[in-house]
């Protein structure tokens, strides 16, 4: 049996007994509500990681940067093939915050990314990261943002796909998105250095 099997069969049984006991705690009134939903999002993102592992998706690897800290993810992105990002290896932080799944968790690349969805310090800007409910600036409708059903496949996925085909009409980069649109040759060589 391969080793991501048995860390996959032994986080189930993991999540069984921590959902025992949270129920066990809850009925002698020892948890608070906020606790037991505390309990059930490391579950859920914890199943999370389990099922990347059983299931890993071409593309992109993903894990727990530190096992003592579910919310925060490193992901390595592969650039897309016939793309100016090909064969390239892009590492980030995904990090997730204390009210996931209601909102999205954050994408920060550590590797440097010239990209016009993709602010100078390596946050990534794309439609699906934005709070979920109306966009005060009008440019996203509200089902382009973020809803529960989202997963860190189809995060990462749209990320992939937007190394593919950049939005230059709402850049994070705005420097990058001029040079993506008018000056393609400037535009390649800073990615070689990158």
């Given at each position: 049996?391969?080793?991501?099997?048995?860390?996959?069969?032994?986080?189930?049984?993991?999540?069984?007994?921590?959902?025992?006991?949270?129920?066990e705690r809850t009925r002698r009134r020892e948890l608070s509500l906020w606790d037991v939903?505390?309990?059930?999002?490391?579950?859920?993102?914890?199943?999370?990681?389990?099922?990347?592992?059983?299931?890993?998706?071409?593309?992109?690897?993903?894990?727990?940067?530190?096992?003592?800290?579910?919310?925060?993810?490193?992901?390595?992105?592969?650039?897309?093939?016939?793309?100016?990002?090909?064969?390239?290896?892009?590492?980030?932080?995904?990090?997730?915050?204390?009210?996931?799944?209601?909102?999205?968790?954050?994408?920060?690349?550590?590797?440097?990314?010239?990209?016009?969805?993709?602010?100078?310090?390596?946050?990534?800007?794309?439609?699906?990261?934005?709070?979920?409910?109306?966009?005060?600036?009008?440019?996203?409708?509200?089902?382009?943002?973020?809803?529960?059903?989202?997963?860190?496949?189809?995060?990462?996925?749209?990320?992939?796909?937007?190394?593919?085909?950049?939005?230059?009409?709402?850049?994070?980069?705005?420097?990058?998105?001029?040079?993506?649109?008018?000056?393609?040759?400037?535009?390649?060589?800073?990615?070689?250095?990158?």
């Amino acid at each position: 049996m391969s080793s991501s099997i048995t860390w996959h069969r032994e986080l189930q049984l993991k999540n069984k007994e921590v959902h025992f006991s949270m129920l066990e705690r809850t009925r002698r009134r020892e948890l608070s509500l906020w606790d037991v939903i505390e309990a059930m999002m490391q579950i859920d993102i914890n199943s999370v990681v389990g099922n990347l592992c059983k299931h890993p998706v071409d593309g992109f690897s993903a894990g727990l940067v530190d096992e003592s800290n579910i919310f925060e993810w490193s992901v390595t992105i592969i650039g897309p093939p016939d793309t100016l990002y090909d064969g390239g290896y892009f590492n980030a932080i995904m990090s997730f915050p204390s009210d996931y799944p209601n909102s999205p968790p954050t994408v920060k690349f550590v590797s440097e990314v010239w990209h016009p969805n993709v602010y100078p310090d390596g946050r990534v800007c794309i439609s699906i990261l934005h709070p979920p409910g109306d966009d005060p600036n009008g440019y996203e409708l509200a089902s382009e943002r973020w809803s529960p059903v989202h997963t860190v496949e189809s995060i990462v996925l749209s990320i992939i796909s937007m190394l593919s085909s950049p939005n230059d009409e709402s850049p994070a980069n705005v420097e990058a998105a001029k040079e993506w649109r008018e000056m393609k040759d400037e535009f390649k060589k800073k990615l070689v250095t990158v």
